[in-house]
């Protein structure tokens, strides 16, 4: 299963931490581990790349995190929380469809 906490700060998402496998196929053909993959790193890569903010990042086998600096300001924030809360929603949209593959908690920083 795969864990995913959202970092929040004030109930505004500020970043993620994904852990764990889908184990819904083999190694390379689990098309859940790929598509929670595709999402996360999108998100990630529209922090980092597309809006160009500083988040500290961590990725290994099984594991992601993202979470933005700390002196962000207000209006980066806000631009940030709509790439997470659009990852969030493909997310639960792939929960709907694989509820044992992958569970949600959120968690104030």
Not at 10 to 35: K, M, N, S
Request: negative net charge; hydrophobic residues 40%.
């Amino acid at each position: 299963m795969v864990s995913v906490t959202v970092l929040t700060e004030g109930g505004t998402p500020v970043g993620f931490r994904l852990a764990g496998h889908a184990d819904q196929g083999a190694y390379g053909e689990d098309i859940v581990c790929a598509g929670i993959s595709a999402i996360t790193q999108t998100a990630l890569l529209g922090i980092t790349d597309v809006l160009k903010l500083d988040a500290a990042a961590a990725q290994k086998d099984g594991y992601l995190s993202c979470e933005l600096s700390r002196d962000t300001s207000p209006e980066d924030m806000g631009r940030a929380a709509i790439v997470f809360n659009t990852m969030i929603a493909g997310l639960t949209s792939l929960k709907e469809a694989y509820p044992k593959s992958l569970k949600f908690s959120y968690r104030e920083v």
